[in-house]
């Protein structure tokens, strides 16, 4: 079962070295420019730094500032209810919409850490506003890695003193691999449309000690924004909160949007989106044991909610994720699902006639299935990897 | 990969051969005696033939009739609502509360075949009702097996009047075996209390070409019920509805109840729910790729509702099910499915005194795990199986 995998993947790095994803699904807008993906948004610096927390001397400590008073930001956290650490500083301790930096760690999620966690991420992010001079309330906390494992508080803020001091405008990729867990590589983006430079960095959906996937994304702009919770909340909207891996969700997630206005035109339409769309590809497409990503489209539904339940149901269905693994352009599994998400109703029988499903059977990186519904005009859709031995052999060989 | 299934396996099938998963977790009633699973409740007969929907002469049709014009019967269908024909046809051709008989077929599920199909599940009622001289309203169908394919309507019929003719009190077993599909074995389960007798026949999540498990139930007494309905529904409500394999309802399940009252006694409390549970059990130990059972139980949570969501998130949790294959007892993976059900809300953490996980380590076919939400009073407990790299290669390596 290894060589299919091994060959798909090795496939994915040779379409586009860095970043090895380029989606047919993301619409950038007209004219924009790619910039090399370390280059971070003006205003903004990074650094990433090894302290010890990952093996081997990987990075794993890292520190994003912005240079400016001027931000605005917003953030974006975990509903997860048992969330960790971080994300409860991040909640209480933060001013969400004027976060000047972010102080993150890798290898060790704060999770499920009691008392000592939450006062650990506290320390975390107040070495990180010493060293850079900022109000405490300015820095978010994140981190990602094994959970119930105390963290090594003095090796982080060691880390992070360091990180501080070696800030550059074109560490955005060092920044990325500072947040990676076995993620197969760095994440990131920068794109340029109009004055505005939009850059991100983003790790996702790789195995976390002892087992969870955490998606952490930053995201920076000098483009000006009037509501900057409102620009990320509608961005995400059609881009990571459209994906799925194992309908999981982690007690870490974090997404920190910042802006500037430095450069005195307003963000583009669609450059966000574009961004965060591509980024949210690239972590589908890096799911655990993934080897390709379909995107499933609902059509006519009933209502908006339907749509979505639907598209769900679909992507999460393991019976659809090992047929786009198998290469299996397999319409029952499909119709199936949808009449399950429509429980309780009678829509007749969900055929090849209302179906889409040949792309599974295509050897391409990226499969587009649809079904229409014949309720009604709404649509939605969602992206999904699928599952694989891979999958199994990550999560189930694990040994605490 | 294959080594540990294999071996899980063969160990479930050395611990007892017929039915070959005594379960830890039936509670049979005081002085209950275990009949040969291939004994009918008196009043009943079966019989199972080969009729070449399936390949090497299987056996592919069963007809179940009770002699007795006194019965009390219920139907519990899928509430997919993409359903298939069978389903339909006894939604709306069939008294759900005086069935006498019913048809089965396995080898083609008689989905999504449109009109003709509904015509032909119409027709093989109308077959067994002939050759039993029933009124056809009194004979239910079932079907599993393909989807989308045409059933081979002259085939089902001339093995469904074969049957007939050779039904008989003790055929349960060929009975079990004519409604199989990918199901290791058959499953059946006879119990006597009192001088009542419960028989049951059922088949489960087997892989079915193209694609998804069905779980079809015939369960039989000759106590006395009042209320068929309420006694089916009660008894499924703490067994068949407490199962997941893969969070997927087919198209096609059904259970059908039918009591003669002929022993003059009442139906034993606790005796429909220890058969009905054995076989549930069995449906979860035989899941696709199956190697082993949990048992998830949530204690106090602050309602059933929220008790109920808590547990089915972790039984379907992907990580919990490969923690359960990895003989890995990573509370953490427990803790993050809970919070992901309770998203929104904030429970501190839920760390290991809150969770018993130690016996995923084990090598026991039976696994219990349980989560205190410390919420409330309420509590609910799922049943669910391991999964594992099998799974991936029935589901993946299917070639339509």
């Given at each position: ?8 993947r ?8 860095r ?9 950038a ?10 280059q ?6 990074a650094a ?10 990987a ?5 994003l ?53 939450y ?12 060293a ?12 990602t890695?094994?959970?119930g494992v105390?963290l ?8 992070v003193?360091?990180?501080v001091?070696g800030?550059s ?10 947040i990676m867990?076995t993620d197969?590589?760095?994440?990131s983006?920068?794109?340029r ?5 939009v ?6 959906a ?17 483009g000006?924004?009037?509501d900057?919770?409102?620009?990320l ?8 909160e ?7 969700m982690?007690?870490n997630?974090?997404v920190l949007?910042?802006?500037t206005?430095?450069?005195g ?27 390709r990503?379909g995107?499933?489209?609902v ?22 994720k090992?047929?786009?693994y198998g ?5 029952g599994?499909?119709?199936?699902a ?10 007749g ?27 009604g ?11 694989t031995?891979?999958?199994i052999?990550?999560n189930?060989?694990y040994?605490?």
């Amino acid at each position: 079962m290894e060589a299919p995998a091994n060959a798909q993947r090795d496939q994915l790095k040779r379409l586009a070295p860095r970043p090895f994803f380029r989606s047919r699904w993301v619409r950038a807008p007209e004219g924009v420019e790619e910039l090399e993906p370390a280059q971070l948004a003006p205003g903004f610096r990074a650094a990433g730094v090894a302290c010890g927390l990952k093996r081997g001397g990987a990075t794993d400590v890292g520190v994003l500032a912005c240079d400016s008073p001027e931000v605005r930001s917003a953030l974006a956290l975990t509903r997860n209810a048992a969330a960790a650490a971080p994300i409860r500083v991040c909640r209480h301790e933060c001013d969400a919409g004027a976060i000047r930096a972010v102080a993150v760690n890798s290898g060790n999620a704060n999770a499920a850490t009691g008392d000592q966690g939450y006062r650990d991420a506290l320390a975390m992010r107040d070495a990180a506003a010493e060293a850079l001079k900022l109000d405490p309330r300015a820095v978010a906390v994140a981190e990602t890695g094994t959970i119930g494992v105390p963290l090594d508080i003095e090796a982080v803020t060691t880390g992070v003193r360091e990180a501080v001091a070696g800030l550059s405008p074109s560490a955005g990729d060092r920044f990325a691999e500072a947040i990676m867990t076995t993620d197969r590589g760095p994440k990131s983006c920068t794109l340029r449309l109009d004055g505005v430079t939009v850059s991100a960095q983003a790790k996702g959906a790789g195995m976390i000690e002892p087992g969870f996937a955490t998606m952490l994304c930053f995201v920076q702009t000098d483009g000006e924004v009037g509501d900057a919770d409102h620009a990320l909340r509608s961005a995400l909207a059609v881009s990571m909160e459209r994906i799925t891996v194992d309908a999981q969700m982690s007690t870490n997630d974090t997404v920190l949007f910042q802006a500037t206005g430095a450069a005195g035109e307003p963000l583009p339409d669609g450059l966000l989106e574009a961004v965060l769309l591509q980024l949210a590809v690239e972590i589908v497409a890096d799911g655990e044991g993934a080897t390709r990503v379909g995107r499933v489209a609902v059509r006519s539904a009933g209502d908006a909610e339907e749509a979505e339940r639907v598209a769900r149901a679909i992507a999460n269905s393991p019976l659809v994720k090992t047929a786009l693994y198998g290469r299996d352009s397999n319409w029952g599994r499909i119709s199936q699902a949808a009449g399950m998400a429509l429980a309780g109703e009678d829509v007749g029988e969900l055929g090849p006639d209302r179906i889409q499903a040949a792309e599974l059977a295509s050897d391409s990186a990226e499969v587009e299935i649809s079904i229409a519904l014949g309720r009604g005009d709404a649509e939605a859709h969602v992206y999904f990897s699928d599952l694989t031995p891979d999958y199994i052999r990550i999560n189930a060989e694990y040994t605490t």
